[in-house]
C-alpha cells in the first residue's frame, strides 16, 4: 500500500453569495465573472523538479456559468440569508501570486426577464498555492417600498389597505397589469380638490418633497445621468434602470438652488406656470461625482386607470407644489432615458413619493 499526498498548485476562490432582500431570493445566480489586475488564467506547465508553476499568461478574466440541468437549469438558487456553500458554493482555480480581484454576481429574475451584475471588489491579496479562500458575498441591492405610490398629496397611498404586501392585495405588481378597484373620488386615497388657479402647498403625503422650483434646478443644473445597469427591486422583484442627479449641496458648489425661483430666471413656478426639460447624459457619473450623486429608480406608475405601468423604464416622482392654473393638477419630475422633465399633470395618477437628496 502506498501512502501520498496531492498539493494543489492553484489558488482555489470558494465563492459563497447570500441575499437578505427577498425580492433576490426570487432570483438565480447565472454565472460569476472573476477578473484580475494580473494574470490568474491561462495554459501552464508543472515544473516536477520545483513543483512550481511555470509559463506566462495574459488571462485576466475567469467566468464560470452556474446554469446545469433539472431543478439548476436557470442557475443557483439565492435562497438563503447565509453563506451556504451546500447550496450555491462555487469553485474557481486561479494561479496564485497576488491580485487585485473585481467579481461580478449575474443575478436574473425570470418572471421580469431582467439580469444584472452584483459586482464587489477586493483589495490586493496574496492567494497562495493550495490554499482555499472562501469568497462571501451579500448580493443584497436597494429595496425601494411599493407603498409609496400616490395621488398627489393625497392622505393615503394610491391602493391604501389593499396594498401589493397586504392580506387583501389589490395593488398590481408587474408592468402592464391592472386593477379596476383603483382609488374613486370621495375615497381617502384620492387626491384633494382645491378651486380653479390657486395655489395650494402640500400639506399631506407630499409636503415634505421638493417644491416645483427645487426640482428643476436638481434638473437644469444636477447633471441628470441615466444609468442602465444599477440593479434594485420593488414589489418583489429584479429591475434595473434610472437617473443620477447631482445632490443639493453639489449644486451649490456650482450654481444658485433658490427654492424660490426656477433655474430660467426670476419666475417662481409656484404661482406662474412653467416647465423645464432636459436631455440626461447616458451613463452613471464617476470620480468625485460618483458620490456626491443620488439615485432616482425607474419606478414607474400607476395610470387614472390603476394600471401599472413602464416600471424599469421611466420615472414620475411628485413635488409639493400644485398648478397655479388648474385646479386638479401638480408638478411631476419625469424621466426616461432620453429625456427629463419638470411639468405639471393631472393629481388622480398614482406616482411616487420620494424625498430627494
Known amino acids: 500500500m ?129 490554499d482555499y479562500y472562501d469568497m462571501t458575498a451579500n448580493l443584497n441591492v436597494t429595496d425601494y417600498d411599493g407603498t409609496k ?13 389593499h396594498e401589493w404586501n397586504s392580506a387583501a392585495p389589490w395593488q398590481p405588481v408587474l408592468t402592464g397589469v391592472k386593477n379596476s378597484n383603483y382609488p374613486k373620488f370621495g375615497s381617502d386615497s384620492y387626491v384633494r380638490v382645491k378651486g380653479f388657479g390657486v395655489r395650494d402647498d402640500a400639506k399631506y403625503s407630499c409636503k415634505d418633497l421638493p417644491n416645483a422650483n427645487e426640482m428643476a434646478w436638481y434638473v437644469k443644473n444636477g447633471d441628470p445621468r441615466w444609468d442602465d445597469d444599477k440593479l434594485w427591486t420593488v414589489m418583489g422583484h429584479l429591475y434595473k434602470g434610472g437617473m443620477w442627479f447631482r445632490n443639493k449641496a453639489t449644486i451649490k458648489l456650482y450654481s444658485t438652488f433658490d427654492p424660490d425661483k426656477s433655474p430660467a430666471g426670476t419666475t417662481d413656478m409656484r404661482s406662474s406656470f412653467a416647465n423645464i426639460r432636459v436631455t ?11 458620490s456626491s ?10 395610470d ?11 420615472g414620475s416622482f411628485w413635488t409639493s407644489t400644485s398648478s397655479p392654473g388648474d385646479s386638479d393638477w401638480a408638478y411631476v419630475l419625469e424621466f426616461d432615458k432620453n429625456s427629463v422633465s419638470v411639468n405639471t ?3 388622480t395618477g398614482g406616482y411616487y413619493v420620494m424625498e430627494f437628496e
Open 345 to 347: 399633470i393631472e393629481g
Open 304 to 314: 387614472v386607470s390603476g394600471t401599472y405601468q413602464d416600471v424599469g423604464i421611466s
Open 149 to 161: 405610490y400616490y395621488m398627489w398629496d393625497a392622505e393615503n397611498n394610491y391602493w391604501n389597505g
Open 2 to 130: 502506498f501512502n501520498f499526498r496531492l498539493d494543489h498548485q492553484a489558488a482555489i476562490l470558494v465563492f459563497q453569495p447570500f441575499t437578505e432582500n427577498d425580492a433576490v431570493k426570487n432570483c438565480y445566480l447565472t454565472k460569476i465573472e472573476v477578473t484580475s489586475d494580473n494574470d490568474i488564467t491561462n495554459t501552464y506547465t508543472l515544473d516536477t523538479t520545483s513543483g512550481e508553476l511555470t509559463g506566462s499568461g495574459s488571462g485576466k478574466t475567469i467566468t464560470m456559468t452556474t446554469k446545469g440541468d433539472g431543478s439548476y437549469a436557470q442557475g443557483f438558487p439565492l435562497k438563503t440569508s447565509a453563506a451556504n456553500v451546500a447550496t450555491n458554493g462555487t469553485y474557481v482555480v486561479i494561479r496564485p501570486g497576488t491580485h487585485a480581484l473585481t467579481v461580478r454576481y449575474w443575478i436574473k429574475d425570470y418572471v421580469t426577464q431582467v439580469e444584472g451584475a452584483v459586482t464587489k471588489t477586493y483589495p490586493a491579496f496574496d492567494y497562495e498555492k493550495n
Open 280 to 290: 440626461p447624459t447616458l451613463g452613471a457619473p464617476t470620480g468625485f461625482f460618483a
Open 293 to 302: 450623486s443620488f439615485f432616482v429608480p425607474a419606478l414607474g406608475r400607476y
